[in-house]
Structure formats: C-alpha cells, structure tokens
C-alpha cells in the first residue's frame, strides 16, 4: 500500500487537519522534479559558437548550482513549516496531560482514567504516523535528486526530536496505567471491553475544587 493512502486510513479523524501534508509535500516534490527535468534539457541543447562555449557553460554551471540550492531550499523549508504544525500540536499536548495525569492520581474514576490512557495511545499513533511521514518523503527527495541532504535533515532535526516526544508519551502512558491498576486491576481488560463514549478526556482545572 502506498504510503498516502496508509496516512489517510490511519489518521485519526479529528487530527486530520494536523498531520503532515504528506500529499502536497509529494506534489511540490513532483514539481520540482520537473523544473530540474526541463533545466537538464535545456542544459543538454547545442549552443552554437564554440568561442563561447566556455563563457555559457560557466554560466549554466553557475545557475544549475543556484538552482538546486533554491529547490532544496524550497522542499525543506515547507517540510519545516509542517514539522513546525506538527509539533506545536505535540507540545499542548503534553502541557494538557501533565495536568491530567497529575488530577488522575487523586481520580477514583475508572472510566475517566482510561478515557485519558485512550487518548495518550491515540497522540503516540499521531506522532509515529508523521515520523514516518517525514522519513518517507525525505527518502523520495533524496532519491528523486540523487542526494543525502534529506536523510541528514529527517537524522538531526526530526527523528530525534520525536523519539523524545515519544519517550515523554511513553512515560504518561505508564503513569496512567499504573494509577489505575493500582485502584482496579489491568487497564487492557476495561479498554477492551469497553469503549468511552466521548473517546477524549475532556479537561477542566474547576473540576479539581
């Protein structure tokens, strides 16, 4: 299954606006392939004068490499700009459930802690579907243009960065889970025999007064 689609199926409905534009990454790339196809043609056509064959050739070197440096400018700047969407995204959340977790350790609501485990599960599914959104179209960039620079971008700006939004998951998902054992057993029994109807723990600081 191509990538897209699997993004599509596996979105999380109410998320959909947040996730990485995976499809319009892949059309700008798509467009830029272009560019660089019709720039090579042009490249590859007769120039006549062979007095001035080293003069134009200069000048094609010259704007070919300007040229490619504008492309990759232009692919990983849109590429930040839906990191950036992405992860601001991430961050309230995470300034969401250190509240929730902290108001869930005084909670005798099962239902309510297992609402919120739900939706911890459900950002860990959102931040590892744009990771691998990104490492997808960085990997077709690279090989579209025959380069690394996409690699080295998903390596040192991305990739580590969301393995720790993951770690930080991670740990609520623990201290969710344990706060409910801790007062009533496995949470997977609960979450498997039952669905919330809301899905979503929806937070309220006055409901701790």
């Given at each position: 299954?191509k990538?897209?689609?699997?993004?599509?199926?596996?979105?999380?409905s109410?998320?959909e606006?947040?996730?990485?534009?995976?499809?319009?990454?892949?059309k700008?790339l798509?467009?830029?392939?272009?560019?660089?196809?019709?720039?090579?043609?042009?490249?590859?056509?007769?120039?006549?004068n062979n007095?001035?064959?080293?003069?134009k050739?200069?000048?094609?070197?010259f704007?070919?490499?300007?040229q490619?440096?504008?492309?990759?400018?232009?692919?990983?700047l849109?590429?930040?700009?839906?990191?950036q969407?992405?992860?601001?995204?991430?961050?309230?959340?995470e300034?969401?459930?250190?509240?929730?977790?902290?108001?869930?350790?005084?909670s005798?609501?099962?239902?309510?802690?297992?609402?919120?485990?739900?939706e911890?599960?459900?950002?860990?599914?959102?931040?590892?579907?744009?990771?691998?959104?990104?490492?997808?179209?960085?990997?077709?960039?690279?090989?579209?243009?025959?380069?690394?620079i996409?690699?080295?971008?998903?390596?040192?700006?991305i990739?580590?960065?969301?393995?720790?939004?993951?770690?930080?998951?991670?740990?609520?998902?623990?201290k969710?889970s344990?706060?409910?054992?801790?007062?009533?057993?496995?949470?997977?029994?609960?979450?498997?025999?039952?669905?919330?109807?809301?899905?979503?723990?929806?937070?309220?600081?006055?409901?701790?007064?």
């Open positions: 299954m990538f897209g689609k699997y993004l599509r199926n596996n979105m999380i109410r998320y606006e947040i996730y990485i534009d995976y499809k319009g990454l892949k700008l798509m467009d830029l392939g272009a560019v660089e196809e019709e720039r090579k043609s042009k490249q590859a056509k007769p120039h006549g007095n001035n064959n080293n003069n050739n200069y000048i094609l070197q704007q070919a490499s300007q490619v440096s504008d492309r990759n400018s232009k692919f990983l849109s590429v930040w700009n839906q990191f969407k992405v992860d601001r995204f991430i961050q309230d959340n300034k969401d459930l250190s509240s929730k977790s902290n108001y869930m350790e005084s005798k609501d099962a239902q309510l802690i297992i609402s919120c485990i739900k911890v599960e459900e950002l860990q599914s959102f931040v590892q579907l744009n990771l691998d959104g990104f490492r997808k179209i960085l990997k077709k960039f690279d090989k579209k243009f025959t380069i690394t996409g690699h080295e971008y998903f390596k040192n700006m990739y580590s960065h969301f393995q720790a939004k993951i770690s930080v998951l991670n740990y609520y998902s623990s969710l344990n706060i409910y054992s801790l007062q009533f057993g496995d949470p997977e029994e609960l979450k498997n025999s039952e669905r919330s109807e809301s899905g979503v723990f929806s937070f309220c600081m006055d409901e701790q007064e």
